[in-house]
């Protein structure tokens, strides 16, 4: 039989695909271990025109811009408008007209030294990172804003900064991801906390989707 067209030997084949295996083990595990570091990369801190506090939690982010404005790193201060609930509706035609979770939102930074005047409450609603970065364009553009300070949760940075680089290719508008500080998520250790499993295994397809070019 021709050197070419033999057969592995059979202890060969067998090393061959268990060290493929452990191989595939031990790229498993590393991406395991670094998952949460991934998903949760910020940048350094540097002053802009702008903090853009993305929406989709009560306080975590909007006090983390706060704060963020506060300490003097940008004059003006943008809160998110996420898609209300339909029975907001229902409540205001029935006379109960209730604040929205940005409403309540910009009334506590008031509250804790931020001037109403550096509020910005965009009209439009968002259902998902991808809206916010168009209407992130549109101010900055407008306002010639150069640099944007962009707040979230820890696990949702490296998808927002992907839907912001996208929209903003070509602007020349610098994004700078920063995570809150009082979001409580432990990405070195991210399987330790419920919490954080259950955000890692929403986010990870999320990302994956948007990575694909099927994010909205």
């Known amino acids: 039989m021709p050197p070419s067209t033999r057969p592995f030997p059979g202890g060969k084949l067998r090393r061959i695909l268990a060290i493929t295996f452990l191989l595939l083990i031990a790229v498993g595990v590393y991406a395991f271990l670094h998952v949460g570091t991934f998903l949760a990369k910020e940048d ?32 003006r201060l943008v809160l998110s408008r996420e898609v209300l609930e339909p029975a907001f509706a ?59 300070i962009v707040v979230t949760s820890k696990f949702h940075l490296r998808r927002a900064r992907f839907a912001m680089d996208r929209e903003l290719s070509g602007t020349g508008v610098k994004v700078i991801m920063r995570g809150s500080r009082y979001d409580n998520a432990r990405p070195q250790r991210w399987w330790r906390q419920r919490g954080d499993i259950r955000d890692i295994m929403s986010e990870v397809p999320k990302f994956t989707a948007y990575a694909l070019g099927l994010g909205a």
């Open 44 to 75: 350094p801190l540097t002053k802009g025109d702008a903090i853009f506090v993305l929406a989709g939690t009560q306080m975590t982010r909007p006090l983390e811009g706060a704060d963020l404005y506060l300490e003097g790193y940008a004059p």
């Open 90 to 148: 229902i409540v205001d035609r029935r006379g109960a007209k209730m604040e929205t979770v940005v409403e309540r939102a910009r009334d506590v930074l008031i509250r804790l030294g931020v001037p109403a005047t550096a509020i910005l409450l965009p009209d439009r609603l968002h259902d998902n990172t991808a809206a916010e970065a168009i209407t992130l364009r549109g101010l900055a553009q407008a306002n010639h804003w150069r640099t944007v």
